[in-house]
């Protein structure tokens, strides 16, 4: 059974850094692209971030530039690091496993192409 464990989240103040963490765990999470995603209070959840197979990163507008998403194979976990925080930013933020390989420079930003998920950690951004 494939686990996933967010942890990092916490409160800060616009313009502020947060490194979350998603550790993995029961699979091979060599072979999985990892994505972030968040869903803010009254709306869907959306795609934040992601490090597919051939360890290409790909990350929504409203973050690019601020936010890096990385891995450690070694321990099994990924990361996002996000800089200049903005309350806009806001949400529970869930870390996902894609574990159908794809070839070539694709990344999984769909809920639906993802099969394992973490319980989510609170980012909350005050202004």
């Known amino acids: 059974q494939v686990q996933l464990v967010e942890s990092g989240g916490g409160s800060v103040q616009a313009g502020g850094s947060l490194r979350l963490s998603c550790a993995t765990s029961?699979?091979?999470?060599?072979?999985?692209?990892m994505g972030w995603f968040r869903q803010a209070p009254g709306k869907e959840r959306q795609f934040v971030a992601v490090?597919?197979?051939?360890?290409?990163?790909h990350y929504a507008d409203s973050v690019k530039g601020r936010f890096t998403i990385s891995t450690d194979n070694a321990k099994n976990t990924v990361y996002l690091q996000m800089n200049s925080l903005t309350p806009e930013d806001t949400a529970v933020y869930y870390c996902?496993?894609?574990?159908?390989?794809?070839?070539?420079?694709?990344?999984?930003?769909?809920?639906?192409?993802?099969?394992?998920w973490g319980q989510g950690t609170q980012v909350t951004v005050s202004s």
């Open positions: 029961g699979g091979t999470f060599s072979r999985y692209a």
């Open positions: 490090k597919n197979w051939s360890g290409h990163t």
């Open positions: 996902a496993a894609d574990r159908d390989w794809r070839s070539g420079i694709y990344y999984p930003t769909e809920i639906y192409e993802y099969d394992y």
